[in-house]
């Protein structure tokens, strides 16, 4: 008997929030590897901000989900089937295999990774995208000193998290911001932040200025909108801000750029963009470094597992857009 594999596809180009008819289930048979290729069993999907924008059609950092095609997602495995001589039936893999139950690759762009040394869903949080995110675009592009004040949005997310801890042991001050007293009382509690400024009750202006009285010499921008203006104001001389997502325009018919970006040029500020793809040659010095953190205890990873199926893809994504989630986001669809 053939294996069924379970696919969601995208079907229509979103307008605003994704809706239930913007996605179409698809059932087929499991393709089968050819020669130097191998089946993969999926077993956690990556639900991440940045799916969004991949489904808009236009340029971008990479294209646009085709209408028709299984949405793009990266994802752990375990390969079941092989015809490839450096991939094995039980090894564990990484890689962008769709949100999908099974997946045919030739290997390009497949990592394996040991389920013994971390949970496998920690691969696609801090070991994973999410913390080569954070790792690059803090150190490469907001080159944060010893001393320095670095504040982080979306600091109870996946990567805004763990920016925030690489940033304390990097000698720095640290102020998050996050929505919702638990969130900002497990920013400063479980990951060791020095402050957290919650959004949603609080005067973002008034609070940096009571939290940050020198400036903001790093900011690590995940959500755009009106926190990123209020951060601009408060910018040090010579601030670098890193742009690495705006979560809060995503969904948006009429997104908002900053009003404040004048401030770039009052304290001769940079703001830049950080795109983890440009770092792939260095992705083992990366994952090396978190992972001796985390083994002595210096960086905790956080993830938000969802158990399920393909099918509650669509409803899974829209909790990064509720605030439902609290760090990595998984959806965990076989064992």
């Known amino acids: 008997m053939s294996t069924i594999n379970r696919q969601i596809r995208l079907a229509a180009r979103p307008v605003g929030e994704p809706r239930p008819t913007d996605w179409e289930q698809v059932e087929e048979p499991a393709a089968q590897p050819g020669d130097g290729e191998f089946l993969v069993q999926v077993l956690c999907l990556s639900i991440d901000p940045a799916m969004r924008g991949w489904m808009n059609a236009g340029r971008s950092y990479i294209r646009p989900v085709e209408i028709g095609e299984v949405m793009r997602a990266g994802a752990v495995g375990r390969v079941v089937a092989s015809r490839h001589s450096g ?158 997502g705006a979560i809060s325009q995503y969904n948006s018919t009429k997104p908002q750029g900053p009003a404040n970006y004048l401030s770039l040029l009052v304290n001769r500020a940079s703001m830049t963009g950080i795109v983890v793809f440009d770092y792939a040659d260095r992705y083992p010095e990366g994952i090396a470094q978190m992972a001796a953190w985390r083994a002595e205890g210096r960086l905790k990873s956080l993830e938000d597992v969802v158990s399920g199926s393909v099918a509650e893809f669509p409803d899974t994504l829209m909790r990064l857009f509720r605030g439902d989630n609290r760090g990595k986001l998984v959806l965990k669809i076989a064992d």
């Open 87 to 244: 991939f094995a039936v039980g090894d564990h893999v990484s890689g962008t295999f769709g949100v999908q139950e099974y997946c045919v690759s030739d290997g390009r762009g497949v990592t394996k990774v040991d389920p013994a040394a971390a949970p496998l869903p920690t691969y696609l949080g801090t070991l994973g995208m999410s913390g080569l995110t954070a790792y690059f675009g803090l150190i490469e592009v907001g080159r944060p000193e010893p001393g320095q004040t670095v504040v982080v949005s979306g600091a109870a997310g996946a990567v805004g998290s763990v920016v925030g801890q690489i940033a304390k042991i990097l000698g720095c001050r640290v102020i998050g911001i996050a929505g919702g007293e638990a969130k900002c009382r497990m920013v400063v509690d479980e990951f060791g932040f020095d402050a957290a400024i919650d959004y949603q009750s609080e005067d973002v202006r008034k609070a940096l200025r009571e939290h940050a009285p020198d400036g903001v010499d790093v900011y690590f921008d995940n959500v755009g909108g009106d926190v990123l203006d209020a951060v601009l104001l408060r910018l040090a001389r010579g601030a670098r801000v890193v742009v690495c």
